[in-house]
């Protein structure tokens, strides 16, 4: 198969042998298109040509790179419909949700080429007599990218974006389910004036490239985003070469919502429930574990079914639709295993759980809502990544909080109160690298800090000023005048 769609590398599109068919969700008779599956050679060829074009990108003015990713932006947030429609289309989010998702790229975009502009250093005086001491940032140099299927344009944006503007080549390899949305922004960062070779997108499997790009001794720095299991073995690959790299890892959550007696009901659902079950689940900070006490609960957990009973599961590009299907025949396996699970541990199926048919064939899936469980049963503990949710019934705050905290994931955590005392109690408390006051876990800004602790997160933050901690390594000089 010679795909249409190919690999770029040193600023040509060119294609190696074979191929993989990229497949709508929503309509398993539909395919988006066909995209290389990239070589190792590939992948040696795209780091060649990334390494040949950084001494001149790295010397770039900050005016020259803010004009790329401005004008990459501007193209983004023009043809926000197109590109929505096209992640719709291949990853199975709602129209809405993909259009939301490829103005997000754009915004990042925008970000980014403000941040070229504002790289600054520092000059500090020396404990020493006549020496002086800058502080300044270079670019790390090859940044090699893995990335998920989940949010297909939003994560390659918050890589790329900040990776150029300070300074950096890029190889970027995409989650081989979902290429398109990658290829599309590859193709527009690209068009928009760069330089050959700074940045390559090189497609395909990741046992292949992805761990050639992990294993390739002139790659700086490794920013990954999937599953723990992998991270784990990203990190491990990143120490073990020779140099070592920089290694940046957003893995997965289990990501706690609590809500309390004094809880407005209202929120709590609407929280619950956007959180847990909208993106159709699949989001890392998903508000997959509802925690709530016990004065609340019967009535949280009606209203929460009655919400259900309104949403429409459908083809992600129907009007109407408000949860889109599961991505793909694996993810719904794990997904009908896991409420097996749950049924097997003693967890009640309150609301859903069942296959859906819809027009065309796809990964149709009701949104499962489980009460009667603990913490301690595997579907408290083990991210499911799809629209299956607990609860979990608590006593009172101090209960709920502990339960929070117990997980091995530090993603995001909520809490649905309204007392202050509570609210800024579990703001200090909570064990994650984001917390929300009656909201859902999931939806963050595009200019803040992105990221968690404990097994969710390893090393520094992605988006916001604070990438550039990852970005960027920081040089110290002392002159004596
Ligand atoms: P995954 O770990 O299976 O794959 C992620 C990427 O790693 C893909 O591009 C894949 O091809 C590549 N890969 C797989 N094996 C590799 C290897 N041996 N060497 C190098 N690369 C390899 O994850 P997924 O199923 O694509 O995504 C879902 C996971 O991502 C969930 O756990 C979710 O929570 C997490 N996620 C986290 C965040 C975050 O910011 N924390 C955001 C989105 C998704």
């Given amino acids: 198969m010679n795909a249409p769609f190919k690999n770029l590398i040193a600023g040509e599109w060119t294609g190696s042998q074979n191929a993989s068919r990229n497949i709508n969700p929503s309509n398993t008779n539909d ?32 005016q020259e790179r803010y004009e790329v990713l401005k004008k990459a932006s501007d193209e983004i947030l023009a043809r926000k419909e197109e590109l929505g429609k096209l992640l719709s289309r291949e990853e199975g989010k709602t129209l809405p949700e993909g259009i939301g998702e490829a103005t997000r790229a754009g915004q990042i975009f925008a970000f980014f080429a403000g941040e070229c502009l504002r790289l600054n250093g520092e000059s500090i005086p020396s404990v020493r ?37 300070y300074g950096n080549c890029v190889v970027i390899k995409p989650a081989d389910l979902v290429p398109g949305s990658a290829w599309a922004l590859v193709d527009i960062i690209q068009r928009a004036g760069l330089p050959k070779g700074v940045l390559n997108l090189v497609m ?17 720095a490794i920013s990954f985003t999937g599953s723990v299991s992998t991270g784990r073995k990203v990190a491990a690959a990143c120490i073990a070469g020779n140099p070592m790299k920089k290694v940046q890892l957003e893995m997965g959550g289990k990501n706690p919502l609590v809500v309390l007696d004094d809880a ?34 019967d009535r949280f957990v009606e209203a929460c079914i009655e ?20 991505v793909d025949q694996s993810q719904l396996d794990q997904n009908l295993k896991y409420i097996q699970i749950a049924r097997d541990e003693g967890g009640k199926l309150a609301f859903g759980g069942e296959l859906l048919n819809r027009d065309n064939p796809g990964f149709y899936l009701q949104p499962a809502l489980f009460t009667e469980t603990t913490n301690a049963m595997r579907i408290s503990r083990e991210e499911v990544f799809g629209p299956v949710a607990n609860v979990v019934r608590v006593k009172d705050y101090e209960e709920a909080l502990a339960i929070a905290n117990d997980t091995e994931f ?72």
Avoid at 144 to 160: E, H, L, V
Wanted: with cysteine.
């Fill in 307 to 326: 919400r259900l009973k309104g949403v429409t599961v459908d083809d992600a590009l129907k009007a109407g639709t408000t949860i889109g299907p599961v």
């Fill in 410 to 481: 530090g993603l995001s955590s909520g809490i649905c109160t309204t007392s202050l005392k509570y609210a800024t109690h579990f703001k200090r408390n909570a064990e994650a690298g984001m917390v929300m006051v009656n909201l859902a876990t999931a939806g963050v800004d595009y200019h803040v800090p992105f990221g968690g602790r404990k097994g969710s997160s390893y090393g520094p933050r992605e988006q916001g000023a604070y990438a550039r901690e990852f970005y960027t390594t920081v040089k110290t000089s002392y002159t004596l005048a």
């Fill in 129 to 165: 007599p006549g020496v002086g001491v800058e502080v300044t940032r270079e670019p790390v140099g090859i940044v090699g990218m893995i990335t998920p299927w989940n949010f297909p344009i939003a994560i390659p944006a918050w890589k790329i974006a900040p990776a150029l503007a």
């Fill in 204 to 220: 395909g499997r990741g046992s292949v490239v992805g761990q050639a790009l992990l294993e390739h001794k002139d790659v700086h």
């Fill in 264 to 297: 407005d009901l209202k929120v709590a659902v609407e929280a619950a429930v956007q959180g847990a079950f909208f993106s159709t689940g699949q989001r890392c900070t998903a508000s997959s574990r509802l925690i709530v006490q016990a004065g609340i609960h």
């Fill in 31 to 62: 395919v988006v298109g066909e995209y290389s599956q990239g070589s190792v050679d590939d992948l040696n060829n795209a780091v060649a040509a990334a390494k040949a074009a950084f001494p001149a990108w790295s010397r770039t003015t900050p």
